[in-house]
């Protein structure tokens, strides 16, 4: 069996990108099929397009950029290029790749997995007419999270398609979650102490992630706690207004913007807590990955995330725009170092038990191989 992914692009560097990445090596290392990866957009520089050439995955790139996402020239470079690769099934990431795919499917009469990674926030958008007028052409939709499966069924009033709806969680893969560098390096390249407390949050800088809130709340931490710092990875269009808030608050020393940052394990291994405020989420990788290295949370409850965050016991939950509390359960922790290490411990055991690749690309290939028997 030869699957197709087909994502915008893989060099984004984020969370559904990484789910290509780990997906495409967990099938060669667990699976029996073969899986092509195609990159609408790229340049093949990042780190997730090497990690691909150097497991040996074909990865191929179409455009090192495009302006519109609706061009002919896409679907027609995208058919040539499915051809050429002759695979049984495609399986699409990310709303523009997944448009081109199903053209593609439907006109070479190719089955199509659509994979959904966050909630629907665009009801009344152009993107959501599109979605639920094509919908029943997809052969089946995958959401990441049970309430991106909930946001779904109710955008898309999808009662008499649940059937071609399912749910696998995201998951990690072990081999990549190895850090490069240990924390006492990570710590001295940024010039913050063995002994300070360090924060984390790792996202796209956008308005959804509200990384706005997390800076307000860190505010009255490092007014009292000269040792705490903070760490924020990610890039986007909010990045100069972040940074205005930064100067406006003199929290230029303690809080350090990194930028896309490729070696994600190791700067969160430098790291004693991981930070979430988002106002909605699907099943972030990134919280998956901080939970894997021992990072108890301070997290929104949206969306599942109280099925990884467990209150009290592999970190806080609390309101997104809720500062007191995110600023109370940091002072809690910086004060307790001992509780810092028991949730972390338990927020990596759970990760351990129920969110690794194996078990991911078993339900996936069950998938294929029914929507291939009915095709």
Aim: glycine share 6%; aromatic share 6%; net charge positive.
């Amino acid at each position: 069996m030869h699957i197709c992914q087909v994502i915008w692009n893989i060099d984004a560097i984020g969370g559904t990108e990484r789910v290509v990445v780990n997906l495409a090596k967990g099938f060669k290392q667990f699976g029996t099929m073969k899986v092509s990866v195609i990159s609408i957009v790229g340049d093949g520089k990042s780190h997730y397009s090497q990690e691909l050439f150097d497991d040996g995955i074909n990865l191929i790139h179409l455009f090192p950029k495009v302006r519109k996402v609706y061009n002919p020239t896409i679907t027609i470079k995208l058919m040539k290029t499915i051809h050429g690769l002759s695979p049984d099934l495609i399986h699409s990431h990310i709303w523009g790749a997944s448009v081109h795919s199903l053209l593609s499917a439907k006109l070479m009469n190719l089955p199509l997995v659509v994979h959904e990674h966050n909630i629907n926030q665009t009801q009344r958008s152009y993107r959501n007419i599109l979605d639920k007028a094509t919908f029943s052409l997809r052969n089946k939709t995958i959401a990441c999270s049970q309430s991106v499966h909930q946001s779904l069924i109710e955008s898309f009033k999808l009662i008499n398609h649940k059937e071609k709806l399912s749910v696998i969680n995201n998951c990690i893969n072990e081999h990549n979650m190895r850090p490069s560098r240990n924390r006492n390096e990570v710590r001295k390249e940024l010039g913050i102490g063995e002994s300070d407390f360090v924060f984390i949050s790792v996202g796209r800088l956008s308005k959804e992630k509200n990384h706005q809130s997390l800076v307000e709340a860190f505010h009255s931490i490092a007014k009292t706690y000269k040792n705490s710092k903070l760490l924020i990875a990610g890039d986007g269009p909010l990045s100069e207004d972040l940074r205005s808030q930064l100067k406006a608050l003199h929290l230029e020393k303690s809080v350090t913007l990194l930028g896309l940052i490729k070696d994600v394990p190791s700067y969160l291994s430098a790291a004693d807590v991981f930070v979430l405020p988002s106002l909605w989420e699907g099943l972030p990788m990134v919280v998956l990955e901080a939970m894997y290295l021992n990072l108890p949370l301070i997290a929104s409850n949206v969306g599942i995330i109280n099925t990884l965050v467990i209150n009290g016991k592999t970190g806080f939950l609390i309101e997104p725009l809720d500062i007191s509390a995110i600023s109370g359960y940091m002072k809690m922790f910086i004060e307790n170092r001992a509780l810092v290490k028991k949730m972390g411990q338990s927020a990596s055991d759970l990760v351990k038990n129920r969110f690794l690749i194996e078990s991911y690309v078993r339900n996936l290939s069950n998938i294929y191989k029914e929507i291939l028997l009915r095709n």
